[in-house]
Nanobody, 124 residues
Framework: QVQLVESGGGLVQAGGSLRLSCATS????????MGWFRQAPGKERELVAA????????YYADSVKGRFTISRDNAKNTVYLQMDSLKPEDTAVYYC?????????????????WGQGTQVTVSS
């Protein structure tokens, strides 16, 4: 059973930056594709960024492309989401997730394990 714990959320002004971390345990981290999702009040959970097990190429939602960067350190069993130029519409609970599927995983149902989430609030 894989456990995921997010950290790094908080309150930031528009235009600011945050770096989210997701530490994993209980499995072989490098076996999993990883993703960052977010869910704002009253909205569905959406995929923000994804990265395959060996890193390299990445996926971003159009709304965050050019502002967010996903990366992973397999030696530290951790995936990161660097968020720059934050906007009020980025306010949400951010979740990391792990998938046993190969490649970049963009289907929510393909993710097998989820963290508890971390709140990101961007003030205008």
């Amino acid at each position: 059973q894989v456990q995921l714990v997010e950290s790094g959320g908080g309150l930031v002004q528009a235009g600011g930056s945050l770096r989210l971390s997701c530490a994993t345990s209980g499995g072989t981290f490098s076996d999993y594709a990883m993703g960052w999702f977010r869910q704002a009040p009253g909205k569905e959970r959406e995929l923000v960024a994804a990265i395959p097990w060996r890193g390299g190429y990445t996926y971003y939602a159009d709304s965050v492309k050019g502002r967010f960067t996903i990366s992973r350190d397999n030696a530290k069993n951790t995936v990161y989401l660097q968020m720059d130029s934050l906007k009020p519409e980025d306010t949400a609970v951010y979740y990391c997730a792990a998938s046993r599927a190969l490649g970049i995983v963009v289907v929510t149902a393909a993710y097998n394990y989820w963290g508890q989430g971390t709140q990101v609030t961007v003030s205008s």
